[in-house]
Nanobody, 119 residues
Framework: QVQLVESGGGLVQAGGSLRLSCAAS????????MGWFRQAPGKEREFVAA?????YYADSVKGRFTISRDDAKNTVYLQMNSLKPEDTAVYYC???????????????WGQGTQVTVSP
């Protein structure tokens, strides 16, 4: 059984930082994209960042967020700096895609972790 488990969400003030982690088990993703998506209340799920050889970012987080992965640990991270209230959302980890930016390409998803940024 494949599982992706996120951790590291929480409440932070604007300008602060958080680091999300996603630990995968049940299979390896070293040849596939692993990514982060987010969904705010009343909005559709949107791409945040992904890694598959190269790294890919949404324009809204470029320069503030950094994705990294440790394939030996089957874990992907999202370092989030200079957080803004508009970053508030449930953040989901995903794995198993060929095309990093497209959520429909991902076969496996975590349960999500809440990130709340206060003004």
């Amino acid at each position: 059984q494949v599982q992706l488990v996120e951790s590291g969400g929480g409440l932070v003030q604007a300008g602060g930082s958080l680091r999300l982690s996603c630990a995968a088990s049940g299979r390896t993703f070293s040849s596939y994209a692993m990514g982060w998506f987010r969904q705010a209340p009343g909005k559709e799920r949107e791409f945040v960042a992904a890694s598959r050889g190269n790294t890919y970012y949404a324009d809204s987080v470029k320069g503030r967020f950094t994705i990294s992965r440790d394939d030996a640990k089957n874990t992907v991270y999202l370092q989030m700096n200079s957080l803004k209230p508009e970053d508030t959302a449930v953040y989901y980890c995903a794995g198993g895609a060929y095309r990093p930016r497209y959520p429909d390409d991902y076969n496996y998803w975590g349960q999500g972790t809440q990130v709340t940024v206060s003004p």
